[in-house]
Nanobody, 126 residues
Framework: QLQLVESGGGLVQPGGSLRLSCAAS????????IGWFRQAPGKEREGVSC????????IYADSVKGRFTISRDNAKNTVWLQMDSLKPEDTAVYYC???????????????????WGQGTQVTVSS
């Protein structure tokens, strides 16, 4: 129904940067808020950031605030997560998903619409 494809992960040194992409497969993202999540080894999946359907509102987890930037270009049917000043604790598989809403007072996962995809691996290590 709603399937997204993540890309852009890789191996970077602490302090480095990566730009993750989230692209829709077979549908337009115009009507959907989009959330980024991550899951580290042995940890539960956690919300990282979200952006409203128009791009006018964004939310970030405290752990990434000031370092990550979420953006979207509906004309390109793509959402990005710019990750700067990366830390080893950012190492995880990153996923994106459509959301019913993007708010900061509840865990983002409760608003998820789409199925989880394969994600993209981000490894921060020297």
């Amino acid at each position: 129904q709603l399937q997204l494809v993540e890309s852009g992960g890789g191996l970077v040194q602490p302090g480095g940067s990566l730009r993750l992409s989230c692209a829709a497969s077979g549908f337009t993202l115009d009507y959907y808020a989009i959330g980024w999540f991550r899951q580290a080894p042995g940890k539960e999946r956690e919300g990282v950031s979200c952006i409203s359907s128009s791009g006018g509102s964004t939310i970030y987890a405290d752990s990434v605030k000031g370092r990550f930037t979420i953006s979207r270009d509906n004309a390109k049917n793509t959402v990005w997560l710019q990750m700067d000043s990366l830390k080893p604790e950012d190492t995880a598989v990153y996923y994106c998903a459509t959301l019913f809403r993007c708010t900061g007072n509840r865990p983002l996962s409760i608003y998820r619409q789409s199925d989880w995809g394969q994600g993209t691996q981000v490894t921060v290590s020297s």
